[in-house]
Every structure is written in structure tokens, then in C-alpha cells.
């Protein structure tokens, strides 16, 4: 399912604006074998963790938790 402006809007207001990426050219630089993702989300709390993947789950999106951004285990 595509992200929409108010399933942004909401993750912006868990996490804040600094910590939500859409931008096509910085999300390029977090694909996998071709795949990009459509935004980028980083929350700072567990807190907001739980926040997020309770808005994930209502608004049916699919979750790909991230390390370290190494790709080494690829």
C-alpha cells in the first residue's frame, strides 16, 4: 500500500519532522536489491516504537526494521 500525506503527517507526529525521510534521493541510498522505500521513519524511544508499528498495523503498511546500515549480512 503507497504512504499517503497523512500517514506521513502521523508518523511526523510520533517521531518529529527531522526524523521521517520521503525524499527520493536519501531513501535511493537505503535500497536492497533494487528495492526502495517509499519513506524512512527513526524514532528515538521505545515509546515510540510502539507508536509507530500500532499505526503501521492500523493503516495495513508493511514494517523492515533496519541496523546498522551496513548491508554487510547481504
Given at each position: 500500500m503507497?504512504?499517503?500525506?497523512n500517514q506521513v503527517a502521523l508518523f511526523r507526529?510520533?517521531?518529529g519532522d527531522a526524523?521521517?525521510?520521503v525524499d527520493q534521493d536519501?531513501?535511493?541510498?537505503?535500497?536492497?536489491d533494487g528495492?526502495?522505500?517509499?519513506l524512512m521513519?527513526?524514532?528515538?524511544?521505545?515509546?515510540?516504537t510502539s507508536k509507530l508499528m500500532a499505526a503501521a498495523h492500523q493503516h495495513g503498511l508493511a514494517v523492515l526494521p533496519?541496523?546498522?546500515g551496513?548491508?554487510?549480512g547481504l
Amino acid at each position: 500500500m503507497p504512504k499517503t500525506d497523512n500517514q506521513v503527517a502521523l508518523f511526523r507526529e510520533i517521531v518529529g519532522d527531522a526524523h521521517v525521510v520521503v525524499d527520493q534521493d536519501r531513501l535511493k541510498g537505503l535500497s536492497v536489491d533494487g528495492f526502495v522505500p517509499g519513506l524512512m521513519v527513526s524514532p528515538g524511544t521505545l515509546a515510540e516504537t510502539s507508536k509507530l508499528m500500532a499505526a503501521a498495523h492500523q493503516h495495513g503498511l508493511a514494517v523492515l526494521p533496519m541496523g546498522g546500515g551496513t548491508k554487510m549480512g547481504l
